[in-house]
Structure formats: structure tokens, C-alpha cells
């Protein structure tokens, strides 16, 4: 089932904790290895960057930035696999770069699944570029830990 917004305006807000239930849900569905209710409510709690992206009453994104002296580090993004594929990570990843500006960020730096190709794509077409690897970043099944791709943006 795919949905397209055209006539519904799409807006960012705050994520707040009554809404980190909808995330969670969106999580488990995008990823074999979700973050938990847990993750997101510490970095609310830290004062991280989290936004989520809605139009009407859906929900249809996400993401968690941290920010460092002069650089930013998303530590998750995910648009709703249903509505993958409409732009929405690029709204999201555009919106990151802006909000990072004005915090007087030089970088925008995140991790990557090396298996997720699609996503790496994404973030190059976004002008990110890929400067090294972290061996063993992610879980994996089976007990097995997969390797990251970091890219980085300047800004």
C-alpha cells in the first residue's frame, strides 16, 4: 500500500515522548535491528536533536542528531517503509543540514549499514561523501556484527 501527500502539508515537530510509541512502531517495521523505546527516550532525555516529519495524522519520518562543537552526528533517520521512494528522506536530510547550519556545525557525519546500498546512495545524491569504515559497528544475526561506511557533509 503506498500512499502519496498532496494536498496534505507536511510539517516538522519536536519528538516528544507520547509520541515515541508511533516511532517505535515504524522502527521495528524498517529495521531487523530497531532501536528501542529505550534509545529514543534517553536521547530525548539528553536533549538531542529529534523531529519528526507528519503530514495530517501520519506520521511519516524521523530523525536523531547529536550535536558536537562544530559537527553534528545523525544517529537515525527512517521514513516509513511504506512511504519510501516520495523524497521524504531528502526533506528530512535537507531539514538536518539547515537546523546544523544554524548551530554553527561545520559537519554532518553518520554511519551506514555497509550492506545498505540504498541508503548510501541516498546520502551521496545529498552530497554527503564516504570517508572510512568501522569494522563490527552494527549487530547482526546470528551473533555477527556487520561493518559501517561514515560519511560525512560538509556544511
Known amino acids: 500500500m503506498s ?12 519528538m516528544r515522548e507520547d509520541r515515541v510509541d508511533e516511532v517505535v512502531a515504524i522502527e521495528r517495521v524498517a529495521y531487523e535491528h530497531p532501536w528501542t523505546r529505550g534509545n ?3 536521547s530525548l532525555r539528553s ?5 519528526i516529519l ?3 495524522t501520519t506520521l511519516l519520518g524521523y ?5 558536537g562543537v562544530d559537527e553534528v552526528h545523525l544517529l537515525n533517520i527512517t521514513v516509513a517503509p511504506q512511504l519510501q521512494g516520495q523524497g521524504w528522506g531528502r526533506t528530512m536530510l535537507d531539514a538536518l543540514a539547515m537546523w546544523s547550519r544554524g548551530q554553527g556545525a561545520q559537519w ?13 546512495r541516498i546520502y551521496e545524491r545529498n552530497g554527503y561523501k564516504r570517508v572510512g569504515e568501522r569494522k563490527g559497528y552494527y549487530p547482526n544475526t546470528g551473533g555477527r556484527r556487520e561493518d559501517a561506511v561514515v560519511m560525512s557533509l560538509k556544511l
Open 40 to 42: 529514543f527516550t534517553d
Open 108 to 120: 554532518l557525519w553518520l554511519e551506514v549499514r555497509a550492506s545498505n546500498v540504498r541508503a548510501q
Open 63 to 67: 530523525f536523531v542528531a547529536m550535536k
Open 3 to 14: 500512499a502519496v501527500f498532496k494536498a496534505v502539508e507536511a510539517f516538522f515537530e519536536p
Open 47 to 51: 536533549g538531542y536533536e529529534a523531529q
Open 54 to 56: 507528519g503530514a495530517g
